[in-house]
């Protein structure tokens, strides 16, 4: 079983949808969670970042995270053609160092 | 842009052979990370330098080695080169350990 699931997609929504992205975890020793967005194989680009449980905005993104469901979430409110990427999770703790364990990403389509 | 720089962007290669790729950090960063991303197998972690020191590893292959310089560049070597080798190699650069990690663009490795 892998560390950090990801549903894969693909995940297609109309412009100016919210979108609902989602990863689950197994190891209750991460408590550094990140969202990364990567627009065709091109290195990742971080997003969010965000330690232990609760909730962080930045414009139109929001992170959510509920350690006692091991379930991290991204919502992103009036998506625009341009957020059509791969959307990966990581996270990190103090078991694991700083190196980081990703989710296998969400393909994401904004259709205009 | 990152502030992470990769070098070569592409490398072609065959089976048996020897490369070097290459990760200068963001100014003022001191932990280097290298990370593998293929197809089946999504972002794995490799492994981790700081401040010239190896910190950290993670599934790397015993035909696969790293170093990090006193001008804090890193360099990852593949040897023996195998088919099951191609994929995106990335680099990842933080200030400290525990910090976020930013991400160059890549080295896409295909092995004929």
């Known amino acids: 079983q892998k560390e950090v699931e990801q549903d894969p997609g693909p995940l297609s929504v109309p412009e100016g949808a919210i979108v609902s992205l989602n990863c689950t975890y197994s190891n209750s020793a991460f408590q550094y969670f990140m969202w990364y967005r990567q627009y065709s194989r091109k290195g990742p680009e971080l997003l969010m970042y965000t330690y232990s449980s609760g909730n962080k905005e930045d414009g139109r993104f929001t992170a959510q995270v509920d350690k006692s469901s091991k379930y991290i979430s991204l919502f992103i409110r009036d998506s625009q053609p341009s957020d059509s990427a791969t959307y990966l999770c990581a996270m990190s703790g103090k078991t694991s160092g700083s190196r980081l364990t990703f989710g296998e990403g969400t393909q994401l389509t904004v259709n205009p | 842009d990152s502030g992470v720089t990769q070098t070569p962007k592409h490398l072609i290669t065959a089976t048996g052979q020897r490369v070097t790729l290459r990760c200068s950090p963001r100014?003022?960063?001191?932990?280097v990370y290298w990370y593998q991303q293929s197809l089946d197998q999504g972002l794995q972690f490799l492994i981790q330098y700081y401040n010239g020191e190896e910190r950290a590893k993670g599934n790397i292959l015993e035909r696969f080695s790293a170093q990090q310089f006193p001008d804090l560049h890193s360099e990852l070597n593949l040897s023996s080169l195998e088919l099951g080798d191609s994929a995106l190699y990335f680099c990842?650069?933080?200030?400290?350990?525990?910090?976020?990690?930013?991400f160059g663009p890549g080295t896409r490795l295909t092995v004929l």
């Open positions: 990842a650069s933080s200030v400290a350990l525990a910090d976020t990690q930013y």
């Open positions: 100014s003022g960063d001191l932990s």
